[in-house]
């Protein structure tokens, strides 16, 4: 005989069902929130200094019809002549069906400025592109051929590509010099392609480079009648789940079976669940290895040899991605990091000097130990993570 529902448990089920309901309508109105500083790309989200925020609002305060495209290029509808595609460093890779219809938007007319070798991936007749790299300097590249592309801008600077050069000989060098093609342009259909060797003139520090802004306004055409999709997609910001969903009639279906799954498992688990004794970890476990070891540092006020061996990893990371030497001065690893990372160069060069004296000190607390060591971590965290972007960018 199924139990009788007593006060407590429908209390239990009409919470439940409101708390479902609540979830459903949040998820609604809120988008998943983006991430923004450090990217390997130059997103659109982003006001960081190699990220192109700046260049994304800049185009609707001139008047254009722009918009953060979440979706597969295979979604964009309407008349392709009046359209243009922005792809900033594409990093996710097509599928043979996106590919396809990036090449009928472009034999219907539409107009396509690309960014960085990920672009060689959805591009039709692309030319091979291995980028340089972020810490370099930016060389400045002239014009090499009349065009409307170069109209105020006879020269741009960005990050050089190595040895990049045309597939075909309709494809065009825009700009260039003897080393290298900076700016390619070729049709493709009733279309056309502009590719640009790096993201250097839309990001937010690149854009303001003499004939940089003009380049990117140019590329892009006026803005009358013209509709700009500005690629997040293959940047993995796909759109969230309940937008598709949401044109389904699964969302009321899926609020049916949650109030019936919480009205099971309240009303019966609840009376019939198991009796179970808690495990206890194995004292061979790894965690039972760093608690033993964070006891013997603690007994032991060894607080500045967690500090050295923190900092030592740290600096020995740092020197060998910046390539300075290993004995280099604290002021010169803290303006590189500036410089080459964007990382806060106050806050950096404090924990730097917080570390020194931790390392001196023999009365070091338990709670500036593990404060300082955080601090530490957490940068040799963000460049481990910088490192492995910038490894997974690189062309196969």
């Known amino acids: 005989m199924p139990h009788a529902l007593d006060s407590g448990d429908r209390k239990l089920l009409i919470g439940a069902g409101v708390l479902l309901a609540v979830l459903l309508v949040a998820s609604t109105f809120l988008s998943p929130k983006r991430s923004v500083g450090n990217s390997s790309y130059p997103s659109s989200y982003s006001a960081d200094w190699d990220d192109a925020k700046g260049a994304y609002l800049l185009l609707q305060d001139l008047g254009y019809q722009v918009e953060r495209w979440e979706q597969s290029p295979t979604e964009i509808s309407g008349d392709s002549k009046t359209q243009v595609l922005i792809l900033a460093e594409p990093l996710q890779p097509p599928t043979t069906e996106e590919k396809s219809a990036i090449a009928e938007f472009l034999q219907k007319g539409g107009r396509i400025v690309a960014t960085g070798w990920g672009a060689s991936q959805l591009l039709p007749q692309a030319a091979p592109l ?19 592309l170069v109209r105020g801008a006879p020269e741009i600077s960005m990050i050089p590509p190595e040895h990049w050069r045309p ?48 380049l990117f306004l ?18 993995w910001a796909h759109g969230s789940l309940w937008s598709y969903l949401a044109r389904t009639p699964l969302p009321w279906g899926a609020v049916q079976f949650g109030v019936v799954f919480v009205a099971v498992l309240i009303t019966y688990s609840r009376r019939q669940g198991p009796i179970s004794v808690p495990v206890k970890s194995s004292r061979l476990s790894p965690l039972e290895f760093v608690e033993t070891l964070g006891d013997l540092y603690s007994s032991a006020h060894a607080g500045s040899a967690a500090v050295r061996i ?23 690893l803290v303006h590189s990091v500036g410089k080459a990372l964007a990382w806060n160069e106050g806050d950096f060069s404090d924990t730097l000097s917080r570390a020194e004296r931790a390392m001196k000190s023999a009365k070091l607390s338990d709670a500036d130990t593990l404060k300082l060591v955080q601090q530490i971590f ?19």
Not at 218 to 235: I, K, M, R, T
């Open 130 to 148: 291995a980028e340089g790299f972020a810490m370099e300097e930016n060389t400045t590249f002239p014009a090499l051929l009349p065009s409307l």
């Open 167 to 214: 597939k075909t000989a309709s494809q065009l060098i825009v700009y260039g010099n003897e080393d290298t093609a900076a700016v390619i342009t070729y049709h493709v259909g009733k279309g056309q392609v502009i590719w640009w060797g790096a993201s250097t003139p839309l990001t937010n520090a690149g854009i303001r480079e003499s004939g940089n802004l003009a």
């Open 218 to 235: 140019n590329s892009v055409g006026p803005p009358d009648g013209v509709h700009v999709f500005w690629d997040e997609y293959f940047h």
């Open 310 to 332: 923190a900092s030592q990893r740290l600096r020995f990371q740092l020197t060998r991605q910046l390539g300075l030497p290993p004995n280099a001065p604290d002021a010169d």
């Open 378 to 396: 957490d940068y040799t965290s963000r460049l481990e993570l910088r490192r492995a972007q910038s490894t997974e960018r690189q062309p196969a």
